[in-house]
């Protein structure tokens, strides 16, 4: 089955350690995005990447980092520079090869709910 | 720029009473707009989009959405509630000219008393 998946679910992390969360999917989309999400705020965009070996930076990219070397990963570093990490992030992929792929949704992973202790 | 605003956080129904989830968006563009249905700590799932082809969206489990251009609105109805529905639910409206991100709004949690 075609999708994305994350990994892993639930994290945990000290006080000033850096930490990458997985993000694959198998769905041939050019582009990737990762989101964060607290109670009440939605989702706000981290990163984004419509193309191997590019990303943008979103509204909240302090104190990540990303890389997009395969089309197939797009895996999200929280490094201890961002301040209050602990949140629920989600990575989505899109299609935009096909000419109406404007009106194109997001696919999401199912999440992984990082705690910093 | 866009915007999302979805009116009320919390929505309780009854079963079977009607779903209303509000959401009017804000763009200098023709938008394109979403609902997503997000299970507890699960991803989001599409429930409908909006494609310019009618006003009137239907999309999985019984809901549909309305497309109200005068009103800046695209509201999630659904005739019947019923108890698998509670959720939290996310309008959003996507740029295609600037890498078809998304802005979400901030959600409705959805309670569905028996």
């Known amino acids: 089955d075609g999708g994305i998946t994350q990994s892993p679910k639930y994290l945990f992390r000290k006080e000033g350690q850096n930490v990458t969360l997985s993000c694959e999917q198998n769905?041939?989309?050019?582009?990737m995005y990762w989101y964060r999400q607290d109670p009440g705020q939605g989702l706000r965009l981290i990163y984004y990447s419509q193309i191997v070996n590019d990303f943008q930076k979103g509204d909240i990219a302090e104190g990540y980092s990303v890389s997009r070397e395969k089309k197939e990963s797009f895996p999200l570093t929280v490094t201890s520079a961002q301040k209050n990490p602990t949140a629920f992030y989600l990575c989505a992929s899109r299609d935009t090869g096909t000419s109406r792929s404007s009106y194109n949704e997001q696919f999401f992973g199912p999440g992984t709910r990082l705690t910093v202790l | 720029a866009q915007s999302v605003t979805q009116l009320g956080s919390h929505v309780s129904v009854s079963e079977g009473a009607l779903v209303l989830l509000r959401c009017n968006y804000s763009?200098?563009?023709?938008?394109?707009l979403f609902w997503y249905v997000q299970y507890p700590n699960q991803g989001l799932q599409l429930l409908l989009k909006?494609?310019?082809?009618?006003?009137l969206v239907k999309g999985i489990n019984g809901f549909e959405a309305e497309f109200k251009k005068s009103e800046t609105s695209f509201h999630l109805t659904k005739p019947s509630a019923h108890m698998s529905d509670a959720a939290e639910y996310f309008c959003a409206v996507s740029d295609p000219a600037n890498a078809g991100k998304s802005t979400f709004g901030d959600g409705t949690t959805l309670t569905v008393k028996p």
């Open positions: 909006y494609t310019s082809a009618a006003t």
């Open positions: 769905l041939n989309h050019d582009a």
């Open positions: 763009s200098s563009v023709p938008p394109y």
